[in-house]
Structures are given as structure tokens and as C-alpha cells.
T-cell receptor, first 114, second 111 residues
């Protein structure tokens, strides 16, 4: 298995533009998580899904952020409109099941909003 | 807010020495995990310890958990230059499936 795959690896955009980050979890994993990492705030959970259903989105900063998981092999995190304070590394992670709590992380998307 | 806080924030040792990192958390947990992150990369799972366990070993790693003090420690024995990375503790607290990560310890192992 190729592991958790995220795209793009780097994204540079201008304030006000829409940004879409993509994630392909490991096949067979029931849980998918989106995290954001910054120097100031560390790793923050944004949202997570179980069997494609959003379970907890309390970490989503504001309405500008939205996440979807249309099927078991794909998820998106969208920011519209983007702002400079959204600049961060966004990680997607997946785990096998409720009884197997180990997370597998993707390589992340480095987002820079100018 | 972050569930776990780690200390030290940074640690520099010589190859062959042991490295100890500590993590404290605030509420009851189901398990506590340690992850490693190399610069510019994603996190990699190292070891998981459940709330009813006190100690666990994996290769050169030793993790302890003291639920009465709400703290854990990660010991890396006989460190190598390749162990240079940031190390994070993460807690799955009761009632929430997702992990909450600590602030991390940056470990530098000098060859």
C-alpha cells in the first residue's frame, strides 16, 4: 500500500482565492482525520470522519473551512476564501478501526496564502 | 487547546546517550501514543500504551504511563544521529476517538 496520499504537496495562493486540499486514505481504513500544524498552535484537529460520515468538526476554524468525504477513498478540505492566517501544513491521517487507534499520516500540504 | 504538554521543548545529546521526553495531559484517557516527525515530513507512529498499562517496550523505545499523575515518558536508549526529529505525545481521551497532540520535543543527536 502506498500509504496516505495528499495533494498538492505545496500550494501558494493569494488571499481571497479558493483552496482545495485532497487526501486518499489507506484502503480499508474506517477513520480519516484532518490536522493543521503551525509553529504557534502546534497540531490541531480540524475534523474527522468515520465510514465517510463527519463525526466531529468542532476544530474547523470558521465557516470558510469545509470538508467532505464522498467515498471511502477520497476526502477534500476546502478553504474559501483563503486568508494569510490559514498558512500552515495540513495533514490528513487515517486509521483502521475503532479498536486500532494508530494513525497513519500523509506527507502534508504546505499552504502559503499571500 | 492542546491536551498534552511536553518537556523539554528541545533536547541535544551525543550519540550513544539516552534521551528522555516527558508528556503531561489533563483528563482521563483511553490511550497515549508517541509519534515522530522528521523535518518536512508527516508523523510516524512509534508506540501506543493503554490506560491500564504502566510500561511498554519497542526496540530501543521505552514508554511509561502514570495515570495518577497524568504523565508519560518516552525513553530512547543508545541514541543515534538518525533519531534526530521532533517527538510528539498524543492522547485519545475518554469519549473522543480523535487524538490530541502535545507541543513536541525537538531532539538533536550529535554524531
Amino acid at each position: 500500500d502506498a500509504g496516505v496520499i495528499q495533494s498538492p504537496r505545496h500550494e501558494v495562493t493569494e488571499m481571497g482565492q479558493e483552496v482545495t486540499l485532497r487526501c486518499k486514505p489507506i484502503s480499508g481504513h474506517d477513520y480519516l482525520f484532518w490536522y493543521r500544524q503551525t509553529m504557534m498552535r502546534g497540531l490541531e484537529l480540524l475534523i474527522y470522519f468515520n465510514n465517510n460520515v463527519p463525526i466531529d468538526d468542532s476544530g474547523m476554524p470558521e465557516d470558510r473551512f469545509s470538508a467532505k468525504m464522498p467515498n471511502a477513498s477520497f476526502s477534500t478540505l476546502k478553504i474559501q476564501p483563503s486568508e494569510p492566517r490559514d498558512s500552515a501544513v495540513y495533514f490528513c491521517a487515517s486509521s483502521l478501526s475503532a479498536s486500532n487507534e494508530k494513525l497513519f499520516f500523509g506527507s502534508g500540504t504546505q499552504l502559503s496564502v499571500l | 487547546s492542546q491536551q498534552g504538554e511536553e518537556d523539554p521543548q528541545a533536547l541535544s545529546i551525543q550519540e550513544g546517550e539516552n534521551a528522555t521526553m516527558n508528556c503531561s495531559y489533563k483528563t482521563s484517557i483511553n490511550n497515549l501514543q508517541w509519534y515522530r516527525q522528521n523535518s518536512g515530513r508527516g508523523l510516524v507512529h512509534l508506540i501506543l500504551i493503554r490506560s491500564n498499562e504502566r510500561e511498554k517496550h519497542s526496540g530501543r523505545l521505552r514508554v511509561t504511563l502514570d495515570t495518577s499523575k497524568k504523565s508519560s515518558s518516552l525513553l530512547i536508549t543508545a541514541s543515534r544521529a538518525a533519531d534526530t526529529a521532533s517527538y510528539f505525545c498524543a492522547t485519545e481521551y475518554t469519549g473522543r476517538r480523535a487524538l490530541t497532540f502535545g507541543s513536541g520535543t525537538r531532539l538533536q543527536v550529535q554524531p
